[in-house]
């Protein structure tokens, strides 16, 4: 009989036990699902839950008419694990032949998109085989990313970054400067405005799977803050303008380098600022340190010649002297203790005007003795050399207006007409616009303001004015500046031509021509200074040099700015033919 | 001794059944819980093995494809399997004995090795793992000696150790593998047998004793056996090497709660957790379902383990013993099974190399699974027209007999 065999609570027996088997299981995962889930979901967040930085858009920099002039734009940068990659590789070249294949063709394929070598990929790779990042190539177009990406090599990912893009290109970059790969300023107003333009990183809460891809994004913890849009004073019309003749000039005179910097004659406002030499921002393989330098704020000079129209103004704050006051500058030459100061000529006797006209280091000397080293320094001091003018501008010259306790007579010649001292191109054209706004200095500003100044006080409005006027009468026939001229308008301004200074001081054949002018000169508009560096050729004076450029600039500049001409005989006469047809007509 | 507890249970069920078990009918609910674990693994190991697909094979289908077209194959061989009589099974012991040893030492000649053990065989496109088949095919073997023998198992030493020994030399064939899982499932299926086939109890200790010392001798002989058992007592302390797959297996169990995050919304299966898709579909089941999914599944196998050891019982009392303890064996086997799979995935046992019948991914194991329950439809069947031809035939003699026989019984 069967019922002999297995008996009933045996059978139950084994149920049972079964049962309590499954009683056991139910109660683990009570224990883990319920019991212990916060335990668990804290490790498993642990593994999973990773937060991410969301860039920050970098702000945008623009000329004055909203123009671009730094763009950040979206792209694709392509890193890899290359840790993962070899674990990949093996493991299809154990099991799948066919695969092993795919892959390595895959990295062929991925290393001409690169434009690299296979082998030199594969090198990299294999060197880098512990890691678990490296970046393969920043910054690709999105295009050749989705290329890349479609290859599907193993452990290549995709991520989005921006790339700082300059369209103006080598014409404004040395005011602007540049980011580095991580876009962050490096030089130029990128640097000094770095924490407005770049805004603060975001960051998200993701939740990552096991190969490192987001599976899905958790929460966003603070939201990425784009950095704020800046707006330059430049006009990039004239700054094009500016930089197209100062290249022009350079090349032609073979000149060492060169700066332009104009400001508005009302406002302070830099509205073109160009250097030589330059260098492409977008793409800075081949750059050497020299072009890097925004040399019209960094580098200084002595001014020279240009000098002699202050040392005048303080002559005629004075009172003691006007535009008209005689002095005579024979023989030609002024002995102060061993040195001998000179003029191109004997000028004989000449009013003060002819002395800026002329540029009569004797009459300057003369007179900037007779009014104390004190009175001389005084002004230059309020017209700010030797102290920084304040654009913000990383690695901004300060000068050197010396102050001795006891002037020798020596040292106010000489700075009378510009030696022994030292300035930027930038202070120079601030002086300038002092005598341009009629003795209100306005600061020079890069950035735009929403208000301007009231200004500075600087000198007497006449003296100004009086001072425009020998400006004009440099520029005029019989001046040195006579190739400043510009058609239709009058100009004013003070060539320079100083010996560049070298290892052992003066160096005799090593100029600097310089000219800063005023236009127009009876209502300015602008303010402008040029510096040629070391033009080598028979052509070395300011007069011939930087004048000329001066000239075109302005030209142009009148033009673009809509500045009234103060005399059109051309437009005079085409206006007397319409009227005559217009009178036909009627009849 | 007994001598009367037999047909007390054999009146009461008849008495009970006699109207709905009919020989037209069949066990609702087995099949119900078969096809409800098939259809989850379906379902889970899709939604698991998507992500390592597209990975490693660069077909997210991939799994999917491979394991409908077992499951087809699975579902062909049951309904072929259900039409086999239980008799040729009986009559088969010797060939299923030597099919069964002979496709283990196969394995270990020919087969191919896959992380340090050799479990397969290729077989064109399919790899066959002789374990899976070596299961049902020694169960059967085992069930028909006890039926033959049982009166020299009972009572000789000789005859209780000589069907030991045969599963003795199958074990050490898988332990050479190494396959330790299956080892245990089938030594603790062929134990279950042995004792509900009547074996003497003192017999039946001594052998518990001597299993319970070779698997300690085991463990201590191979050191990653030893490794992997101190690792999942605390698998957080080396959680990084031999505790990642526990430790990221739980995690999975924790993340469920009480609902699940969701049908696919698993985030262990997207390559932290090894074997997503085979051996721990059960933890993705944890994390899509929750507890309440989980538990479900737990509810199905008791089911579908009960149903199994109830078809056995309704064979036994037809009087069909080798039905009887071939559906005990089989019971026993995917219930153990199944247990272990759970109990590993929740961190209760070591980890090992065993699948959860039904519903994991793998060719071998879901086909042998799906002919293990067209077995057991089988046995319902037989065991029901048995009945039915029994009754049959005590309603044509006399009726009145029956109910007196069957009156204090019930009663009394």
Redesign the interface.
């Known amino acids: 009989?069967?019922?002999?065999?297995?008996?009933?609570w045996?059978?139950w027996f084994?149920?049972a036990f079964?049962?309590c088997?499954?009683v056991?299981?139910?109660a683990?995962?009570?224990q883990?699902?319920?019991m212990?889930?916060?335990?668990?979901?804290e490790?498993?967040d642990a593994?999973?839950v990773r937060y991410e930085d969301i860039r920050a858009h970098r702000g945008m920099i623009t000329d004055r008419n909203g123009e671009p002039l730094a763009v950040s734009t979206a792209v694709e940068t392509v890193w890899m694990n290359p840790k993962l990659y070899w674990k990949k590789l093996k493991?299809a070249a154990d099991e799948?032949p066919e695969?092993y294949q795919l892959i390595r063709l895959a990295t062929q394929k991925l290393a001409q998109a690169l434009d690299v070598s296979e082998q030199s990929l594969l090198t990299r790779l294999r060197e880098n085989e512990t890691k678990g990042f490296i970046y393969l190539k920043r910054k690709l177009q999105p295009a050749i990313a989705q290329q890349v990406k479609d290859l599907?090599v193993p452990g290549v990912f995709n991520r989005r970054e921006y790339m700082r893009y300059y369209p103006a290109g080598e014409v404004a970059t040395h005011v602007l400067g540049f980011v580095n790969i991580d876009e962050k300023g490096q030089e130029g107003v990128e640097l000094a405005y770095d924490e407005w333009l770049q805004g603060t990183p975001g960051q998200k809460k993701v939740?990552k799977?096991?190969?490192d891809n987001i599976?899905k994004d958790l929460a966003l913890v603070r939201e990425a803050e784009p950095g704020k849009n800046l707006k330059l004073t430049l006009d990039m019309r004239l700054q094009y303008l500016a930089y197209r003749e100062l290249k022009a000039v350079v090349t032609a005179h073979q000149a060492k380098a060169g700066s332009v910097v104009m400001l508005d004659a009302k406002t302070g406002d830099i509205l073109a600022m160009v250097n030589q030499p330059s260098y492409n921002p977008n793409n800075r393989k081949n750059i050497n340190t020299a072009s890097l330098r925004n040399r019209a704020v960094t580098d200084l000079f002595e001014p020279g010649s240009t000098m002699k129209p202050l040392t005048v103004a303080a002559a005629l704050e004075t009172g003691r002297y006007s535009p008209g006051t005689s002095i005579n500058t024979s023989p030609g030459y002024l002995r102060i203790g061993r040195k001998n100061i000179r003029d191109h000529h004997d000028y004989g006797v000449i009013d003060v005007s002819s002395i800026v006209a002329k540029s009569s280091n004797v009459g300057t000397s003369k007179i900037a003795l007779d009014i104390t080293g004190d009175a001389l320094w005084d002004m230059y001091y309020r017209l700010g050399f030797g102290q920084m003018v304040g654009i913000g501008f990383p690695g901004e010259g300060v000068g050197v207006l010396p102050h001795p306790v006891k002037w020798k007579p020596l040292q106010v010649a000489t700075m009378s007409y510009g030696y022994g001292l030292n300035l930027t191109a930038l202070q120079l054209a601030q002086s300038y616009q002092v005598l341009a706004n009629d003795g209100i200095k306005k600061q020079a500003a890069l950035v735009l303001r929403d208000t301007i100044p009231e200004g500075d006080f600087i000198m007497p409005a006449h003296v100004a004015r009086d001072v425009r006027t020998m400006l004009g009468k440099v520029v005029a026939k019989g001046g040195t500046g006579t190739r400043a001229q510009v058609e239709a308008y009058d100009v004013g301004g003070k060539t320079g031509t100083v010996h560049s200074v070298g290892a052992s001081g003066y160096e005799d054949s090593s100029y600097k021509a310089l000219f800063a002018g005023i236009a127009p000169v009876e209502n300015p508009a602008v303010v402008m200074v040029v510096v040629i560096v070391g033009p080598s050729g028979d052509e070395y004076y300011g007069g011939e040099v930087a004048a000329p450029v001066f000239s075109r600039v302005i030209s142009g500049t009148m033009r673009l700015l809509n500045v009234k001409p103060d005399h059109m005989p051309a437009m005079a006469e085409s206006e007397k033919r319409l009227q005559e047809i217009l009178d036909n007509h009627k009849s | 001794?007994?001598?009367n507890?037999?047909?007390l249970?054999?009146s009461t069920t008849t008495g009970k059944n006699a109207a709905s078990e009919n020989a037209a009918g069949f066990d609702w609910w087995l099949l119900l819980s078969a096809g409800a674990l098939l259809y989850i693994g379906m379902m889970m190991i899709t939604s698991a093995s998507t992500?390592v697909g597209e990975?490693?094979?660069?077909n997210p289908f991939y799994y999917f494809s491979r394991h409908a077209v077992f499951m087809v194959l699975g579902l062909v061989a049951a309904v072929i399997v259900s039409r086999v009589k239980i008799s040729w099974w009986f009559d088969s012991g010797w060939f299923l004995l030597f099919t069964s040893l002979a496709l283990l030492i196969a394995v270990l000649v020919v087969g191919r090795e896959v992380n340090g053990s050799t479990r397969w065989i290729r077989l064109g496109p399919v790899n066959i793992q002789p374990s899976e088949i070596a299961k049902i095919f020694l169960i059967g073997y085992l069930a028909g000696y006890l039926v033959r023998r049982?009166d020299e198992v009972?009572d000789s030493w000789w005859g209780f150790f000589k069907p030991i020994a045969v599963m003795f030399i199958a074990a050490i064939l898988l332990l050479i593998e190494p396959d330790f899982g299956a080892t245990v499932v089938i030594v603790a299926a062929s134990l279950?047998m042995i004792?509900?086939?009547?074996a003497k109890l003192g017999k039946f200790l001594v052998l518990i004793l001597v299993c319970l010392a070779l698997g300690t001798l085991l463990i201590i002989w191979k050191p990653y056996r030893l490794k992997r058992l101190i690792a999942y007592t605390d698998p957080?302390a080396d959680q990084f090497d031999t505790g990642y797959q526990l430790?990221?297996s739980?995690?999975?169990?924790?993340?469920?709660?009480?609902t699940g995050l969701g049908l696919g919304q698993s985030?262990?299966k997207?390559?932290?957790l090894p074997e997503a898709h085979t051996d721990f579909v059960y933890a993705i089941i944890?994390e899509e379902f929750?507890?309440i999914g989980?538990?479900s599944v737990?509810?199905l196998?008791?089911v579908l383990?009960?149903r199994g050891?109830r078809i056995?019982?309704n064979a036994?009392?037809a009087?069909q013993?080798y039905s009887?303890l071939f559906a005990?064996g089989i019971s026993?086997l995917i219930?153990i099974q199944a247990?272990i799979n759970?109990?590993v995935n929740?961190?209760?046992l070591p980890t090992k190399g065993l699948t959860l019948p039904l519903v994991s991914y793998g060719g071998s194991s879901l086909v042998m699974s799906c002919i293990a329950i067209g077995i057991l439809y089988r046995i319902d069947k037989e065991s029901r027209w048995a009945k039915a031809a029994e009754s049959a035939d005590e309603s044509r003699q006399t009726k009145s007999k029956y109910k007196r026989t069957a009156g204090p019984a019930i009663y009394g």
């Open positions: 009989m069967l019922s002999q065999i297995i008996v009933q045996r059978l084994v149920v079964l049962f088997a499954s056991l299981l139910g683990r995962l009570l883990l699902q319920v212990q889930k916060d335990f668990l979901n490790q498993g593994r999973t493991a799948n695969n599907k939740l799977d096991g190969s599976i | 001794m007994n001598a507890s037999a047909p249970m054999h992500q990975v490693k094979l660069d049982q009972r279950g004792f509900l086939s009547g957080w430790t990221q739980l995690i999975a169990f924790g993340r469920g709660e009480w985030i262990q997207l390559m932290f944890a929750g507890f989980a538990a737990v509810v196998f008791s383990v009960f050891m056995g019982a036994e009392k009087g013993l009887a005990y026993l219930g247990f759970i109990g929740t961190g209760l």
